[in-house]
């Protein structure tokens, strides 16, 4: 019984603060529909549907001129419906970046240890519909996540964290605890992204490297101490 949102994402070619800009849906997870709307207001099944690839057609693409709303919905063939997603053309735009940190030396298997994540809004603008995207690493377990602001969600192995509007040289925090449960060095890495286009996407992606250790007399299995 299927009951999960389809998934949907954009492919925008160029800058999306700088006008014109041309975008296209890229990706949905499953058979389905989109409907948008490009004038700020809040999509529904009747509002216009994007036009889909054909077999030898790409799909339908958007270039806007003057600064554009769009916002979306994904309907699959269940009749489960997305979340409405927006992303703003030549407005609004804001420097979001990401820095992720883990723990000093060695982390023992069994007992958790935390990551700390900052998300810095450099401006100009307030940055609207900020989340953070957190993939964890196979050998981890996810034990909770804890934002300043917003909520946060886990899924699958991936951590989502909505959180919502971040002012001009304003920050919000999330602090990611896990459980590793085996030893070696593991990486994780997180990303941010907001409504509006970001001027230097460069500093969206954080990752960092833990060293995992076994309390062990085994020498062989990476002891901690």
Partial sequence: NDTEQPVSTLRTTGDQCVLPVTTTFDY????????????????????TMWQAQGPRQPGEEFTFTEPTTLKWIAVDIKGNVSAVQTRLF?????????????????????????????????GPETGTDVVVTDTLPATVTFVSATPSQGSCGQAGGVVTC????????????????????????ITNTASVAGAAGDPDPSDNTSSVDSNICRITSRRSSIPCG
């Fill in 162 to 185: 909505n959180l919502g509007t971040i002012l001009s040289e304003a920050s919000a925090t999330i602090d990611l605890v896990v459980k590793p449960t085996q030893a070696g060095v």
């Fill in 90 to 122: 030549g407005q609004g735009c804001t420097d979001l970046s990401l820095t992720k940190s883990g723990p000093a030396g060695r982390s023992p298997t069994g007992r958790n240890m935390t990551y700390s994540l900052t998300v810095a809004n450099g």
């Fill in 28 to 47: 949905v997870n499953e058979p389905s529909v989109i409907h948008y709307t490009t004038d700020g207001s809040t999509p529904t099944q009747a509002s």
